[in-house]
């Protein structure tokens, strides 16, 4: 099976590793068919696929030999033929307010970020979909490092894995795990990549994660950001059901062409469209509206104003977000006033306007700043307002 970019970059769905088949990341029927090619009677599978399910994604174990209530021979069989893998941490930093930022080989040794952001009330982990990113947003670092391939399944939720162990937050022995203090308790598609750029493995990857004798979370736990690929819009309503957050950004076409050049294909108007008819639309679970603050690019009062004409109608929240700037970066940030004074015209028409945070700043963890360490090399300011411009 493979999954297949925009851009012709074909990969393998599962991958294995030293001619083992990893059970990570396969859907249920999937792992079905995989232990009955290795040898398990048909009538058996499905029992053996709900056992293996809670053992690798409500204990968190990877070791075969622990798995009790299978049978020893059994156990040697699964060991055997597969593994249950997670990517590897290559650097893990933690920044002065707690936030956590993991570098993850995965194979061909490509390398992802992954980040986890403690709350008061929640813990929220932002897990990337792609190596590298097609979009070329121009205020967005990942965005300066060209797509390298899809994640599958399993390098998309060994994230949640990897993230899991070192929080050391699977359930106790005797323990059930709905009776754990959840410290990851929240999921958003925001890291490397376009989510709707990999559909089908990003799917497979949050039905694993909102699978109620797994993980275990709520979809509404479960938020996909995308830039605007208007056509996956409605599946990502019907076939994964999550929360659903727009990277939008700009008021007008001229500027969202420039910050967001996928507007060129899908506009302002053919985006709308879509998400007044995105079907888990509704007061209760609104959409989020992402907008990065941009110093004299999209934060006036008449950009504040015009964002409220626009979204007339769509149940939404905006998330103001402070530009994190990088090295080589073409933008500024807006000031706090200014900020402010944006938040209160939406606020003031009804919308819910927060302004988000920077987090994990110090290492390079906040929204727009994830790079793969290996492609971080800085291009200048020069270079980056000139592919602007083109």
């Avoid at 299978?70 to 707690?98: C, H, M, N, W």
């Avoid at 888990?280 to 934060?299: A, C, H, P, Q, W």
């Avoid at 015209?345 to 929204?367: L, V």
Wanted: proline residues 5%; positive net charge; charged residues 25%.
């Amino acid at each position: 099976m493979t999954a297949i970019t925009p851009d012709n970059i074909t990969v393998p769905r599962k991958l294995p590793e030293g001619g083992k088949t990893n059970l990570v990341g396969l859907t249920r029927e999937q792992m079905r068919e995989t232990l009955i090619a290795a040898g398990t009677p048909e009538r058996q599978a499905r029992m053996r696929v709900g056992q293996l399910w809670q053992w690798i994604y409500q204990k968190g174990v990877t070791d075969f030999s622990v798995m009790t209530n299978l049978a020893k021979d059994y156990r040697a069989l699964l060991a055997e033929k597969f593994t249950i893998s997670r990517p590897e941490i290559v650097t893990r930093q933690v920044s002065s307010d707690g936030t956590r930022k993991y570098l993850l080989r995965i194979q061909g040794g490509h390398e992802v970020e992954t980040v986890y952001i403690p709350e008061d009330d929640r813990g929220t982990l932002c897990i990337s979909s792609q190596v590298g990113c097609t979009l070329t947003c121009s205020f967005c670092h990942t965005g300066t490092q060209k797509l390298v391939r899809n994640l599958t399944p399993a390098e998309i939720v060994g994230q949640i894995l990897v993230a899991r162990d070192d929080l050391g937050e699977w359930p106790k022995p005797g323990r059930h795990p709905k009776d754990e203090t959840r410290l990851l308790s929240n999921i958003v598609l925001m890291g490397m990549g376009e989510p709707l750029y990999n559909f089908d493995n990003v799917r497979d990857a949050m039905k694993i994660a909102m699978d109620a004798e797994g993980i275990s979370l709520s979809r509404r736990r479960i938020t996909l950001s995308t830039s605007g690929v208007v056509p996956e819009i409605p599946r990502a309503g019907a076939e994964i059901g999550c929360m659903l957050a727009i990277s939008f950004h700009a008021t007008t076409d001229e500027v969202r062409d420039r910050l967001v050049p996928i507007n060129k294909r899908w506009n302002i108007e053919a985006l709308l469209n879509a998400l007044r008819a995105y079907p888990k639309l509704s007061n209760s679970e609104r959409i989020t509206f992402e907008y990065v603050m941009l110093k004299g690019i999209n934060d006036s009062d008449e950009d504040a104003r015009r964002l409220v004409r626009l979204i007339e109608g769509i149940p939404a929240k905006i998330n103001l977000i402070p530009f994190n700037e990088w090295p080589g970066a073409p933008y500024e940030r807006s000031s706090n006033n200014r900020i402010r004074a944006f938040a209160d015209i939406i606020y003031k028409a009804g919308y819910a306007s927060p302004i988000r945070t920077p987090r994990g700043e110090d290492i390079m963890a906040a929204c727009g700043q994830l790079k793969s360490a290996t492609e971080r090399a800085r291009k200048s300011r020069a270079q980056i307002e000139a592919e602007i411009r083109r």
